[in-house]
């Protein structure tokens, strides 16, 4: 109930202040053009019309993934149909209702129950293609993804319920069958010129590889836990109280060439993190253009990090972490290259739900992430090459990452050791009488570059390993 009440404040509170804030700067920017009056024979007085003219749209996806591990250890691949369709009314009185659903079959498969038989470990990608949860599972795989109201004002909304979000800490990281989805209060103002400004309140988390939603502290540690400051196995799996995220963004380009982003999110009882990033292009001859990047990212614990038993908690009490990154690229119409640098010092771990999102950091490169670690030197460098008619996109990424010792698991929380990492990525979007498809293979090689002791549990599904992904899609 004091959710409910909640979330009708803020609700209210944020449509008063969208509607005097946007008054004031029409009166500012005057004269205006509403830039909706395209669809104003949409905006009936009938709710049965609203339902009429609504949009149904649609997303099909083939996936195909195999790993394959040191010689010795198990391999494991996936076979992945999924489809699902939306549905979103026109507008009524500005206002619209939007709804989501999705159902994913497993096609042949490795028999996921099965560990690895030296390591005793479990399967780490193909599984995510499904239910994590309940590896066994290969039927009845269904979600209600987005259960929403929106209400839109000039080039701003406000949305209320399940919905899909892309922030740099919760995200879709659609590198799997469906997205991570959210429940809660999102605010996109975009009044100001230049300028969006964003506003959310959380309660809800429907991570990718899973099937229903959970509340925010019980969404964390569904994925793998990894082990706590004093090596001792991280038990904060249901024992994590937090009355949700509370989040502020805001993405200014107002000088030229310039895009800066803020961000602060805040999750209450557990941790809060801020980022700063500024990203500038400065036009070259020959229309292309030089860029040059700047990010950095500050976490606290709040109170006793989730729980008061530091052996059940998730950030620490009194802990913080910082990270800090730069990018150095040229591109022009058709090809980007780009040098690519994050540190996470060794005041502590960088940690993040991996349930939310992917990393934000310059390095980033699918397949693996830095989340769970401190004392961190990650360089990456990426050409990309995207055809002039935007059909054809493929790109090769190269990345080195020095992580602690394995042994140091104040600073590494998942064992992995140090390691190279080599990604090529092939996308293809279809014409003509294939319209609506696109195609997508990724493949991935991750080489040791750090001692192991001669236990498999720091190699299995981590280095020496490769990956292959091919994805076909089909949107209408």
Do not use: C
Not at 20 to 49: C, G, M, R, Y
Request: aromatic share 16%; no cysteine.
């Amino acid at each position: 109930m004091k959710k409910f009440f909640i979330i009708i404040y803020i609700l209210t509170s944020l449509l008063f202040s969208i509607n005097t804030i946007a008054q004031h700067q029409e009166i500012l920017d005057k004269p205006t053009v509403w830039k909706e009056k395209s669809n104003e024979k949409f905006d009936s007085t009938s709710i049965l019309n609203a339902f009429k003219n609504g949009n149904f749209s649609g997303h099909f996806r083939y996936y195909l993934m195999n790993t394959n591990n040191e010689k010795g250890l198990s391999d494991y691949y996936a076979n992945a149909l999924g489809g699902g369709v939306k549905f979103e009314t026109a507008k009524f009185y500005n206002f619209q209702f939007g709804v989501s659903g999705y159902y994913v079959f497993n096609i042949g498969s490795s028999d996921f129950t099965k560990k690895d038989s030296i390591t005793n470990a479990p399967n780490r990608y193909e599984v995510a293609l499904f239910d994590i949860q309940n590896p066994s599972k290969k039927d009845n795989l269904s979600r209600l993804e987005e259960l929403y109201l929106k209400y839109n004002y000039k080039k701003s909304d406000v949305t209320l319920g399940k919905q899909l979000l892309n922030t740099p800490f919760i995200n879709l990281q659609d590198g799997r069958m469906r997205p991570t989805a959210v429940n809660g209060i999102w605010i996109d103002f975009n009044e100001i010129k230049k300028t969006t400004i964003n506003l959310g309140y959380l309660y809800g988390i429907s991570p990718r590889s899973t099937l229903k939603y959970f509340e925010v502290g019980e969404s964390i540690g569904i994925y793998p836990t990894g082990v706590n400051p004093d090596g001792t196995k991280s038990d904060y799996v249901g024992n994590l109280d937090s009355n949700g995220i509370y989040i502020f963004g805001v993405q200014n380009e107002s000088i030229q060439h310039l895009k800066t982003l803020l961000w602060n999110q805040y999750v209450e009882n557990i941790f809060n993190t801020a980022l700063l990033q500024m990203d500038y292009a400065y036009p070259l001859h020959s229309n292309s253009k030089l860029l040059i990047g700047f990010q950095t990212i500050y976490q606290n614990g709040l109170n006793f990090g989730g729980n008061e038993d530091q052996n059940k908690t998730y950030f620490q009490k009194n802990s913080n972490s910082q990270t800090f990154g730069g990018r150095l690229g040229w591109k022009n119409k058709t090809l980007e290259l780009t040098l690519n640098y994050n540190r996470i010092t060794a005041k502590g771990r960088y940690l993040m739900p991996r349930e939310w999102g992917r990393d934000p950091f310059y390095t980033f490169m699918p397949r693996e992430r830095n989340e769970g670690f401190g004392d961190v030197n990650a360089l990456m460098t990426k050409l990309q090459y995207t055809h002039p008619k935007k059909t054809f996109k493929s790109n090769f990424a190269v990345g080195y990452f020095d992580l602690p010792d394995v042994k140091n698991v104040a600073l590494n929380k998942y064992g992995l050791p140090s390691y190279v990492q080599t990604n090529a990525d092939i996308r293809y979007e279809f014409q003509g009488f294939l319209k609506g498809f696109d195609a997508q293979l990724l493949y991935v090689h991750k080489f040791n570059v750090r001692e192991t002791y001669g236990n498999k549990n720091y190699v299995f599904n981590k280095t020496d390993m490769s990956t292959i992904n091919f994805i076909v899609n089909f949107n209408f």
